[in-house]
């Protein structure tokens, strides 16, 4: 069983919509960080959030902790081929955990 | 270039012939971990570093080991492999203790077959 579940697993969207991928858990987090893996690379940091209800946004992506801080979301506005990849949470308490992620597809 | 470097790329061998996967990080990281990244499974932690000469398991260790002789290098070591060890590997290093609070940096991965 994953400690963070991730919806949906997949998602396949137009180049211009928008999209929310959502990462939930039982448990509390100290903090929780957002990643993009492209094909045949390893995954890169997008966003840590550490305080409840915190909101972080970089460019299009807007970043949302849980005032629980058990759960996250990850916003993209007017999506564009270039954010297709497998987007993975990965919670912190004595070590991080990662949930199987969400693999986006922007059609152009 | 601040990076994580694994080698091989890609590797195919046979059942029980002893492999190393090498990893180096350039960025004097104390913390260093390896994962395996499995279909619907997600990254799981195989063993992890906190610094110089200090290893634990992480959540699916056995049939894996490793060492820590230098800060940079954290080497993974498959004594017998076999097919269920089939899998995509990624070693990474972060500042700190590894909780999360610093990023973590992901080498480019190794995808190792065992047939």
């Known amino acids: 069983t994953q400690l963070l579940e991730q919806s949906p697993q997949f998602l396949s969207i137009q180049e211009g919509e928008n999209l929310t991928v959502y990462c939930n858990s039982s448990s509390v987090f100290s903090s929780l960080q957002w990643y993009r893996q492209e094909p045949g690379e390893g995954p890169v940091l997008l966003v840590t959030?550490?305080?409840?209800?915190e909101v972080k946004k970089l460019k299009r992506l807007t970043f949302q902790f849980g005032d629980a801080r058990k759960d996250s979301s990850l916003h993209i506005t007017a999506a564009q081929p270039g954010d297709t990849g497998l987007y993975l949470c990965a919670g912190a308490d004595y070590k991080l955990s990662f949930g199987a992620g969400t693999t986006v597809t922007v059609r152009a | 270039e601040a990076q994580v470097t694994q080698n091989p790329r890609y590797l195919i061998t046979v059942t029980g012939k002893k492999l190393t996967v090498t990893c180096s990080q350039n960025?004097?990281?104390?913390?260093m971990s390896w994962y395996r990244q499995d279909p619907g499974l997600g990254l799981r932690q195989i063993y992890y570093?906190?610094?110089?000469?200090?290893?634990d398991k992480g959540d699916v260790p056995e049939g894996y080991k490793v060492s820590r002789k230098e800060k940079r290098n954290f080497p993974l070591i498959l004594e017998s492999p076999s097919p269920n060890q089939t899998s995509l590997y990624f070693c990474?290093?972060?500042f700190g203790q590894g909780m999360g609070n610093y990023g973590y940096t992901f080498g480019s991965g190794t995808r190792l077959t065992v047939v």
């Open positions: 570093s906190m610094n110089v000469e200090v290893t």
């Open positions: 990474a290093s972060s």
């Open positions: 960025m004097n990281h104390e913390y």
């Open positions: 959030v550490v305080t409840g209800g």
